[in-house]
């Protein structure tokens, strides 16, 4: 009801003639079905992350999730500005109806101001009503919420298969259709930007996640079934105001839809008060209904927005002051309250509608952006309620849709246009000059222990993953081999695991192996190279070895691999896996192979990670060795061994290595490998990468030689070209 209640508002009301004015009575239809689709791709992505952080704050956590603490201030920041703003939106819709009815009446002729002024009066005592009603409680803000959007939905579709009737009793309405897109689909774009504020309850759901009974199950539910319900219910709402009038009834000159759209905001209330009798009373009353109910959701999703600021100090504490008496966070509600009013008493209602619209296509773009990344980071991690089907088309097409909707809302209001930057600036301010060195530590959080940096330079970066001091004193002679090679400088990182049931202050209990492991390759590194350390804790490894290779632009990781797995849900290991799968960096992993000198190593070659992997073999090679590039041939297709050796010479100029060649006949491609191993004192091959749903049926060529070859093994990945450059976005 609540989420309903926010959708089912000023949206309808006021967006039905101004999108019959701007593109015409086929472009309301168009309006109100395409923006529900893109609501519903949206709703699947908010009811994904509710379902998995059912937590106060929406968007904020998401974002904080996603891409930690400077996004998720923005997030945060948008989502109370645009809940704030559509409450005002929806206190001038109740404002500008109920006042048109008395003014009708003929009972306002004592004003001594303009009706203006008397909209702008009635809007803020109306505000100030539902702002009392917030600090009462949740339970009572949920309560009066459902009774009144259970009452205008109703109404609403009353009105909207009346309108099905009388266009089925008297056909020649349809003509009201003709012409169906007068202006263009450009127009479109418009009316679908200015009206997306209609379509955004499902956001003020995912502030109840604190809240909520059973929200794992429950918020997606009523996120998907909000959104439908309020689609459906424009759809016949749009038809029956489109049909509500026709050529040749007193007053209506020239085309029924031109003389609808000509009251704009107000076309909607004209229309239906000739649909029905008593229609005005009946439409006031209908908005009194959603209006009110509208006012009441936003009021709630603004404060909690604004309250989980404050709880994470990103604004400060006071922000997130409860009420001992209501259990309510009522310096939120105020703030609230306040922006609201002041929004509400300044700016035209077109202008509101408009900078209520940019602000929630804003927050829904980063809220479809943290879907993906999310997904792709976080998935072993997170449990879910809800999963999206064909993911990540959905919140693909939705960006690319919300997008084109903010751009477009210039034509409707500049007014919005500034507003909406401007606030975004003044958070990063905020966030840069407060936000920054305060905020508290979130549960998902990697975060830095200890850090000791080099000089920076634009030497190339190798990162070395220190897990206790046995595996990494054995990764130094490697190291040492590829600094030299590369002339690089050294990061030393060591990810402290804590365990769920530990809190993440306690980390320094887990430290101990790590930092001795980091000293001990320290001794042998920090005199030849420059060397960096970062010791980080979270709830993840993988995460935070994939974070650090992000903001340290590593160029290459080392790590060290067993050769074993815990659980036959993983690949090469629960931390190796996901390290593979999301670090944008060429990566190597040594087993049994540190700390050791080859003289004769097997190359698999096959494809690009062949020339990697011959890139690492002539690095490792003792001078004056032997590398064997080897393939093997299935016999379902030739590979030119000597072409493509012939390209790869200029990896062997000015090394007194030893470049041979042998070919293979076999269907199983391992067992080769293994076999031939046995005159090599190392391996070094490509990790093989298949599809999750192909490793069901076979296993990885790389995998099956890690596990059953004796000989020491490295395993590479090169960094991908455009898989790369999109990783550092996502």
Request: some cysteine; hydrophobic content about 50%; charged content about 15%.
């Amino acid at each position: 009801m609540m989420g309903l209640g926010m959708m089912i508002g000023a949206g309808v009301f006021l967006g039905v003639g101004s999108s019959i004015y701007v593109s015409g009575p086929g472009g309301v239809i168009l309006t109100f079905t395409l923006n529900g689709m893109i609501a519903l791709f949206t709703a699947m992505s908010y009811a994904e992350l509710s379902s998995a952080i059912p937590k106060a704050g929406g968007a904020y956590n998401f974002a904080r999730v996603g891409f930690g603490k400077g996004t998720s201030f923005l997030a945060g920041w948008m989502e109370w500005f645009a809940s704030s703003v559509a409450g005002s939106m929806y206190s001038l819709t109740f404002s500008i109806y109920v006042l048109r009815y008395f003014e009708q009446l003929g009972v306002l002729g004592w004003l001594p101001f303009s009706m203006n002024i008397a909209v702008k009066i009635s809007a803020v005592v109306i505000a100030l009503f539902f702002i009392f009603i917030n600090y009462r409680g949740a339970s009572e803000t949920g309560k009066i919420g459902a009774f009144f959007t259970m009452g205008q939905t109703l109404f609403l579709i009353f009105i909207g298969l009346i309108g099905v009737l009388v266009a089925v009793r008297d056909p020649s309405r349809f003509q009201n259709f003709s012409p169906f897109l007068p202006y263009g689909w450009s127009k479109l774009l418009v009316t679908m930007g200015f009206t997306y504020v209609a379509f955004e309850g499902y956001e003020v759901i995912a502030q109840a996640g604190d809240e909520t009974i059973e929200p794992k199950r429950n918020l997606p539910k009523a996120m998907l079934l909000s959104v439908f319900i309020a689609t459906m219910t424009y759809i016949l709402v749009a038809f029956a105001t489109v049909v509500a009038v026709k050529a040749g009834m007193p007053g209506i000159e020239g085309a029924p839809w031109e003389w609808v759209g000509s009251f704009k905001e107000e076309g909607f209330g004209e229309a239906i008060s000739r649909l029905i009798p008593m229609g005005n009373i009946l439409l006031t009353i209908a908005v009194i209904f959603a209006s009110t109910s509208a006012l009441n959701a936003t009021i709630y999703s603004a404060t909690r927005a604004c309250y989980a600021l404050g709880r994470d100090h990103m604004l400060p504490p006071v922000f997130a002051r409860i009420s001992h008496a209501r259990k309510t966070p009522y310096v939120a509600i105020l703030l609230t309250g306040f922006i609201l009013i002041v929004v509400a008493t300044i700016l035209p209602t077109t202008d509101v509608a408009s900078s209520a619209s940019i602000m929630f296509l804003f927050l829904f773009f980063m809220v479809n952006v943290c879907v993906i990344r999310i997904r792709r980071n976080m998935g072993d991690e997170l449990s879910y309620g809800y999963v999206m089907p064909f993911f990540p088309f959905f919140p693909v097409i939705a960006i690319c849709a919300q997008v084109l909707l903010a751009l477009w809302l210039v034509h409707m209001s500049v007014i919005a246009w500034a507003i909406a930057p401007l606030w975004v600036l003044f958070g990063i301010l905020i966030y840069q000059t407060y936000s920054k060195t305060r905020v508290k530590a979130g549960e998902h959080d990697i975060l830095v222990f200890e850090e000791e940096s080099a000089p920076e330079g634009d030497e190339y970066r190798i990162m070395v993953a220190c897990a206790n001091p046995d595996s990494a004193v054995g990764l130094v002679r490697s190291t040492y081999k590829l600094c030299g090679a590369k002339e690089a400088r050294v990061e030393l990182l060591h990810m402290i695991p804590v365990p769920e049931q530990v809190p993440l202050s306690d980390a320094h209990q887990y430290m101990l192996d790590g930092k001795e492991a980091m000293v001990e390759v320290m001794l042998y590194l920090a005199p030849l190279f420059p060397v960096s350390t970062t010791i980080r804790y979270g709830r993840n490894v993988a995460r935070g070895i994939v974070s650090a290779v992000r903001e340290k632009r590593i160029d290459m990781l080392i790590m060290g691999y067993t050769g074993r797995t815990r659980s036959s849900l993983f690949r090469l290991g629960s931390t190796i896996d996901p390290v593979i799968e999301r670090a944008a960096t060429n990566i190597v992993l040594f087993k049994d192979s540190t700390n050791q000198t080859f003289e004769r190593i097997l190359v698999p070659v096959g494809g690009q990670k062949g020339v990697f992997s011959l890139e690492i073999a002539c690095i490792l090679a003792e001078e004056g060795g032997t590398i064997t590039a080897f393939h093997v041939d299935r016999g379902k297709r030739k590979f030119d061994l000597e072409r493509f050796l012939n390209e790869q010479k200029p990896l062997f100029k000015g090394s007194r290595l030893e470049l041979k060649k042998k070919l293979a006949l076999s269907d199983d491609v391992a067992a080769s490998i293994v076999v031939e191993s046995s005159g090599h004192d190392l391996i070094v091959m490509g990790i093989s990468e298949m599809p999750a749903i192909s490793r069901v049926a076979r296993t990885p060529i790389s995998e099956l030689v890690a596990k059953s070859c004796p000989k020491p093994l490295v395993l590479v990945k090169p960094r991908a070209g455009m898989r790369f450059f999109f990783s550092r976005f996502t």
